[in-house]
């Protein structure tokens, strides 16, 4: 007896693979080109005594979230090539505008250079606006311009000045982000 190719089982059964292996291969495309388009970060920075050089990185966290009642903007930066980081958290943060660092208000913003994230356990690797310079005087300060801001994207300048628990300073200066939410 012989069986047309319209019923034999295993046609049905290698189109139906076919579809399922093209379905996946799609879906993964498509995730890997969102995650190409997750942002950029780029500035000059510098800690102590360290020469300035380039920050880079395609990978930028930003994240939209409520804290005691207000709007709270978390941007978080490693960069490519250097166990560097930057953590900014903005309070009130509802439209594009300048936002300073620490700020004023009830809610002081907060602006961290991070010179190496494997060392999380050092005080001496977190650089913060809050801290004093080796003099005594508390002249960290920061400025993030946020030029776009819609429901998923972020795009902005930034510029922060701060110290160890040393009082050794890092710089983070001429630094432009885009990222999505």
């Not at 005594?49 to 920050?55: A, E, M, R, Y």
């Not at 429901?151 to 701060?162: P, V």
Request: net charge neutral; charged share 25%.
């Amino acid at each position: 007896m012989k069986q047309t190719l319209k019923n034999n089982p295993i046609i049905l059964l290698s189109a139906l693979l076919l579809l399922v292996v093209t379905v996946i291969t799609y879906s993964k495309n498509l995730e890997a080109a969102a995650n190409t388009t997750k942002g950029f970060f780029s500035g000059k920075i510098s800690f102590g005594d360290s020469v300035t050089h380039k920050l880079y990185s395609d990978r930028v966290q930003v994240k939209k979230s409520s804290e005691r009642g207000v709007t709270v903007l978390t941007i978080i930066v490693t960069d490519n090539n250097t166990p560097e980081s930057v953590f900014v958290k903005l309070y009130n943060v509802s439209d594009k505008g300048t936002f300073f660092i620490p700020g004023e208000g009830d809610f002081q913003n907060v602006g961290n250079l991070i010179k190496d994230v494997n060392l999380f356990r050092e005080q001496t690797n977190f650089y913060q606006t809050t801290l004093a310079n080796d003099e005594g005087m508390k002249n960290g300060v920061g400025r993030v311009n946020i030029v776009r801001l819609t429901e998923d994207e972020i795009e902005g300048e930034l510029i922060i000045i701060a110290n160890n628990s040393e009082g050794k300073q890092a710089q983070l200066e001429s630094a432009r982000f885009r990222a999505k939410f």
